[in-house]
C-alpha cells in the first residue's frame, strides 16, 4: 500500500448515479462519488474513462475508484456522451460541466473544493488532457484553469492532427465526423496545441513496448509541453499492455498505482 504519502482508509462511501447536467438517453450526465470516510478537505481525482469514445461508462470503475479512494482521496467518476451521440467537442464538454459540479459540491462529500486533478485513461486520458488545457471548456461552466491542479494521462491520444492513411474508408470518416474534417479543425481538438509554459502539471504513463502506440503519443506531448517550459514527467510499466495500464491503477503499489498517488500528494492541494 502506498502508505508513505495517504493513509489507509478503511470504509469508503460510494453515491452513486448523480446528475451533473440535465440528462440523457443512458445516463451519460451522471457521475459517482467515492469518498473515504470521515475526510476533510481531501485531494480529488475526476477520473475519466477510456473506450474508443464509443464505448465504456463510469459503472466500470467501481473497483478502480474504491481503490483509488481508500488512500483518502476522494475520486469522481462521470459518465460522458459517446459516439455517434456527440463528437469530441461535446464529450469534452460534458467533461467540463461534471468539473463544474465537481467544484461546487465535493465539500460535502470530504474533497478540496478549491481544485482537482484530472485523470484519464486512453480516450479518457485525451479528455483529461483536452479539458484541462483549452481554457474554452472549463470557462464555458465558469471555471477557473487554477482550479486544474493537474493532468494525469494514462496511455493517452494527445494529437489527433493527422489520421493513419493507412485506416479504412469507413474508419477516416468516422474519425473525420469525431474530431473534425481538416487538420486545422483536429488540432483545434488536439491537446499538445495547447502546450504552454502556464500549462497545469502533467503526468504521462503508458505501457512500454506493449502499449506502443499511446507511447509515441505520450513522447510527442512530453516533447511538445517541455519546449514550452510546462511542468511535466513521465513513466512507463514496460510490462502493460494498454488495458493492463488502467487495471493496474486499481491494484495496491503498482508503477501506475504509484505515479497517481505521487503526482496527486505533489499538486492536489
Same mark, same amino acid.
Given at each position: 500500500?502506498?502508505?508513505?504519502?495517504?493513509?489507509?482508509?478503511?470504509? =469508503?462511501?460510494?453515491?452513486?448515479?448523480?446528475?451533473?447536467?440535465?440528462?440523457?438517453?443512458?445516463?451519460?450526465?451522471?457521475?459517482? &462519488?467515492?469518498?473515504?470516510?470521515?475526510?476533510?478537505?481531501?485531494? &480529488?481525482?475526476?477520473?475519466?474513462?477510456? %473506450?474508443?469514445?464509443?464505448?465504456?461508462?463510469?459503472?466500470? !470503475?467501481?473497483?478502480?475508484? +474504491?481503490? /483509488?479512494?481508500?488512500? %483518502? =482521496?476522494?475520486? &469522481?467518476?462521470?459518465?460522458?456522451?459517446?459516439?455517434?451521440?456527440?463528437?469530441? $467537442?461535446?464529450?469534452?464538454?460534458?467533461?467540463?460541466?461534471?468539473?463544474?459540479?465537481?467544484?461546487?459540491?465535493?465539500?460535502?462529500? #470530504? %474533497?478540496? *473544493?478549491?481544485?482537482?486533478?484530472?485523470?484519464?485513461?486512453? *480516450? #479518457?486520458?485525451?479528455?483529461?488532457?483536452? @479539458?484541462?488545457?483549452?481554457?474554452?471548456?472549463?470557462?464555458?461552466?465558469? /471555471?477557473? #484553469?487554477?482550479?486544474?491542479?493537474?493532468?494525469?494521462?494514462?496511455?493517452?491520444? !494527445?494529437?489527433?492532427?493527422?489520421?493513419?492513411?493507412?485506416?479504412?474508408?469507413?474508419?477516416?470518416?468516422?474519425?473525420?465526423?469525431?474530431?473534425?474534417?481538416?487538420?486545422?479543425? $483536429? #488540432?483545434?481538438?488536439?491537446? /499538445?496545441?495547447?502546450?504552454?509554459?502556464?500549462?497545469?502539471?502533467?503526468?504521462?504513463?503508458?505501457?512500454? @513496448?506493449?502499449?506502443?502506440?499511446?507511447?509515441?503519443?505520450?513522447?510527442?506531448?512530453?516533447?511538445?509541453?517541455?519546449?514550452?517550459?510546462?511542468?511535466?514527467?513521465?513513466?512507463?510499466?514496460?510490462?502493460? +499492455?494498454?488495458?493492463?495500464?488502467?487495471?493496474?491503477?486499481?491494484?495496491?503499489?503498482?508503477?501506475?498505482?504509484?505515479?497517481?498517488?505521487?503526482? &496527486?500528494?505533489?499538486?492536489?492541494?
Amino acid at each position: 500500500m502506498h502508505a508513505t504519502i495517504f493513509a489507509l482508509i478503511a470504509a =469508503v462511501n460510494a453515491t452513486k448515479d448523480i446528475a451533473y447536467a440535465a440528462d440523457v438517453p443512458q445516463d451519460k450526465h451522471r457521475l459517482d &462519488v467515492y469518498a473515504p470516510a470521515g475526510v476533510r478537505n481531501a485531494p &480529488v481525482v475526476i477520473f475519466i474513462h477510456g %473506450g474508443g469514445f464509443v464505448q465504456g461508462d463510469r459503472r466500470d !470503475y467501481n473497483g478502480l475508484a +474504491t481503490a /483509488i479512494a481508500s488512500t %483518502g =482521496v476522494v475520486v &469522481v467518476v462521470p459518465s460522458y456522451r459517446l459516439f455517434p451521440q456527440t463528437d469530441a $467537442r461535446g464529450a469534452a464538454q460534458d467533461v467540463a460541466a461534471a468539473a463544474g459540479w465537481t467544484l461546487k459540491h465535493i465539500a460535502a462529500y #470530504g %474533497g478540496n *473544493s478549491r481544485g482537482f486533478v484530472l485523470c484519464g485513461h486512453s *480516450s #479518457g486520458g485525451y479528455l483529461a488532457a483536452l @479539458v484541462g488545457l483549452d481554457p474554452e471548456f472549463l470557462s464555458a461552466d465558469g /471555471i477557473a #484553469g487554477s482550479s486544474v491542479r493537474g493532468i494525469a494521462g494514462f496511455s493517452g491520444t !494527445y494529437d489527433v492532427r493527422e489520421i493513419d492513411p493507412e485506416a479504412t474508408p469507413s474508419a477516416r470518416a468516422l474519425l473525420q465526423r469525431f474530431f473534425g474534417a481538416t487538420p486545422e479543425a $483536429r #488540432g483545434a481538438l488536439s491537446p /499538445i496545441t495547447y502546450a504552454a509554459k502556464t500549462s497545469p502539471p502533467v503526468v504521462l504513463f503508458c505501457g512500454g @513496448v506493449y502499449d506502443a502506440p499511446a507511447c509515441g503519443q505520450r513522447d510527442a506531448f512530453f516533447a511538445a509541453l517541455v519546449g514550452a517550459g510546462a511542468t511535466v514527467q513521465m513513466d512507463a510499466d514496460a510490462s502493460a +499492455t494498454h488495458a493492463g495500464v488502467v487495471a493496474n491503477l486499481s491494484r495496491n503499489d503498482t508503477p501506475e498505482q504509484r505515479a497517481l498517488l505521487d503526482f &496527486v500528494a505533489k499538486y492536489a492541494h
